[in-house]
């Protein structure tokens, strides 16, 4: 093979694994958007979830001095309602996004630390963004609250 040729077709795959290079992981992160954020926007505006049933109704028992658990129900142990306190005193749907966009990024802080503690690498990178974007167990969590 002619060298040209050759350093031509070197550039040539060096270029297509860049855009390979690139394209899992941000294939991945639409994923995750799309499935766990933009599908259940809907929901966490409609549906009110364990959020929406115990969690707030608890935390604003509290405020209003009452106990957590005249919140029929409610089987959590009671310090889960003095940590959602800041939540309780935002309006229902301001709540709940809120505890939403914190879920979203507890999720994405434990993904960076499991990534830090399995090797900072790509390969890790890649397993931890697999794992993050196809989890059901995840879309149930954002979905419930």
Do not use: N
């Not at 929901?43 to 115990?54: C, K, L, Q, S, Y």
């Not at 029929?72 to 309602?81: A, D, E, R, S």
């Not at 090797?119 to 609250?145: H, K």
């Amino acid at each position: 093979m002619h060298a040209a040729t050759e350093m031509a077709l070197k550039q040539e795959m060096k270029g297509r694994h860049r855009i390979v290079y690139w394209l899992v992981p941000a294939m991945l992160v639409i994923l995750y958007l799309t499935v766990h954020v933009v599908l259940l926007l809907r929901r966490v505006a409609t549906e009110p979830g364990d959020f929406g049933v115990f969690y707030y109704p608890a935390t604003r028992a509290i405020l209003e001095g009452k106990s957590p658990f005249s919140v029929i129900g409610l089987i959590y142990p009671p310090l889960l309602p003095v940590l959602f306190l800041p939540l309780g005193l935002l309006p229902y749907l301001g709540a709940r996004v809120a505890w939403f966009v914190a879920s979203h990024l507890l999720v994405a802080g434990a993904g960076l630390w499991t990534w830090r503690a399995v090797g900072r690498d790509r390969t890790a990178a890649l397993a931890v963004l697999g794992t993050w974007a196809t989890s059901g167990a995840l879309y149930e969590t954002f979905a419930q609250g």
